[in-house]
């Protein structure tokens, strides 16, 4: 049996800058380095949470400041990051005489990190945007991050959980690639993901539900009420604790993720950040043919005000969202 594509080899024929290909291969070195932290942290002692919090608010895992250590290291090093940009950093972060790099890195290191501790899913979702020419060679500023999705040059994820999968796109469709710990290759063995355009699963936290605003109530009760609803099939509900493996989960079998804005104190714009959670993902899910929004705005369109602004967010298959947002718009 032929071996499958490598990343690089998949990479040398995508016709990209080299650049990028480079900083691709760097992110790509990132999360294999972390995949192997995450599945020793019961043997090296990093299963806990430390006694600090990140800019969210969010008690930082000890895993959280670790991938986000690898990243800085890492893809710091690479000739293709001006600067970096993450979750579990206030501000951005610029390592001296890399101004030249063409590309700004963004990152969530660790996504669902509380999944950590009882042996699920966790991820990393990663955004890489381009710098403006006249903007490379200088001192890099955090506006230059706060660059709509559809900007992206390329975009995806690692998912830590039955494989270890690395997914992503350079703008020309989503390909997914399986490290083979026998070599330490990443292995294309999902070429050309799309999103199944019908599906009976929806993602949402339930246990959120008498925050909800009236639509939003409305389309979970019609998933709910299944056949004998005004949605006319019957459904499944799946939630996994981390994004990464609701979306992947989306572009295997379809279906809907939803974490709308609610009424708890703070959750006015959702949980969910832009610049390194809702655009990498929804622009990923449009590539494979779904559609992404804020229940209102393609999440690609929305230009971000700040670093860590969150967002609601609605993506999956693409009929199944024009459908939530006849219910979510309807509260208008
Ligand atoms: P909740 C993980 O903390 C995360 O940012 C996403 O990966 C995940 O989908 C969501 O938050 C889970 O939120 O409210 O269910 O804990």
Redesign the pocket.
Known sequence: MTQPTTLADFLQDAGIPAALREGLLSVADACRDIADRVERAPLTGHLGALQQSNVQG?TQKALDVIANDIFLDVCGASSAFAALASEEMEQLWAREGRSDGPYLLVF?PL????NIEISAPV?TIFSILPRLDDRIGGTVLEAEFLQPGSRQAAAGYALYGAQTLFVFSVGSGVAGFTLDRADGSWRLTHPDMRVPPLSAEY?I?A??RRHWDPGILSYVEACEAGASGPLGRDRNMR????????VHRILVRGGV?L?PADRRPGQAAG???LLY?CAPAGWLIEQAGGRASDSRTAITAIRPGTLHQRVPIALGSADEIATFETYAGAED
């Open positions: 969010e969530d996504d669902g990190s509380s991820g993602a936290n246990a959120h939630w996994s604790g981390a994004m990464v493996a609701d993720f974490y949980k969910l950040r959670e």
